[in-house]
T-cell receptor, first 113, second 112 residues
Framework: NAGVTQTPKFQVLKTGQSMTLQCAQDMNHNSMYWYRQDPGMGLRLIYYSASEGTTDKGEVPNGYNVSRLNKREFSLRLESAAPSQTSVYFC????????????FGSGTRLTVV | QQPVQSPQAVILREGEDAVINCSSS?????VHWYRQKHGEAPVFLMI?????EQKGHEKISASFNEKKQQSSLYLTASQLSYSGTYFC?????????????FGKGTTLSVSS
């Protein structure tokens, strides 16, 4: 099925550990995004990539890095996890045509203890 | 800066109507509306590209007043399946590209 695939779905980390969240889309979309969702806060943009080879910071980039590996894949890395990074992370992609919204992956629920 | 949504929560019985409002301090070029059910990802409902435009999705419609930097979502004759959190978003445009900025959401609960 066409869409956005995120892995893993669940993860528990200890403070200071590192990990990479993976995201891949098979819709030939140019733009990809990483959001985090915390209770009562809506979704906040961490990083985005307008096209292959470009990335830019969003509203809450501190503590994260990203890589746009190719047109399909956009990964999010936590170098040294902190409890404040406990959240649900969503990856999304968007095609070129106007009138189409973002397609979201099913999310990664991350807990940092 | 996030768009501001009101109300924060709405409780309805099946068949009742509701309006969710959204305003922004930034100039809006387009507004997206999304719905998220508990434990799931947000799902795109509609996009409004022009000022004053109204669009519809089933019995859900929306308006966009570009001059007032406001949008409203209208849910008519609500169904149980309408329950969830509704997000207003606008597209932020800069040299790097565009990205959606989400409001904090309005939680809608529909009961029978």
């Amino acid at each position: 099925n066409a869409g956005v695939t995120q892995t893993p779905k669940f993860q528990v980390l200890k403070t200071g550990q590192s990990m990479t969240l993976q995201c891949a889309q098979d819709m030939n979309h140019n733009s990809m995004y990483w959001y985090r969702q915390d209770p009562g806060m809506g979704l906040r943009l961490i990083y985005y990539s307008a096209s292959e080879g470009t990335t830019d910071k969003g509203e809450v980039p501190n503590g994260y890095n990203v890589s746009r590996l190719n047109k399909r894949e956009f990964s999010l890395r936590l170098e040294s996890a902190a409890p404040s990074q406990t959240s649900v992370y969503f990856c999304a992609s968007r095609g070129y045509l106007q009138g189409y919204g973002y397609t979201f992956g099913s999310g990664t629920r991350l807990t940092v203890v | 800066q996030q768009p501001v949504q009101s109300p924060q929560a709405v409780i309805l019985r099946e068949g009742e109507d509701a309006v969710i409002n959204c305003s922004s301090s930034k100039a809006l070029y387009s507004v997206h509306w999304y719905r998220q059910k508990h434990g799931e990802a947000p799902v795109f409902l509609m996009i409004l590209l022009k000022g004053g435009e109204q669009k519809g999705h089933e019995k859900i419609s929306a308006s966009f007043n570009e001059k007032k930097q406001q949008s409203s979502l209208y849910l008519t004759a609500s169904q149980l399946s309408y329950s969830g959190t509704y997000f207003c978003t606008y597209q932020e445009v800069n040299q790097a590209g565009t990205a959606l900025i989400f409001g904090k959401g309005t939680t809608l609960s529909v009961s029978s």
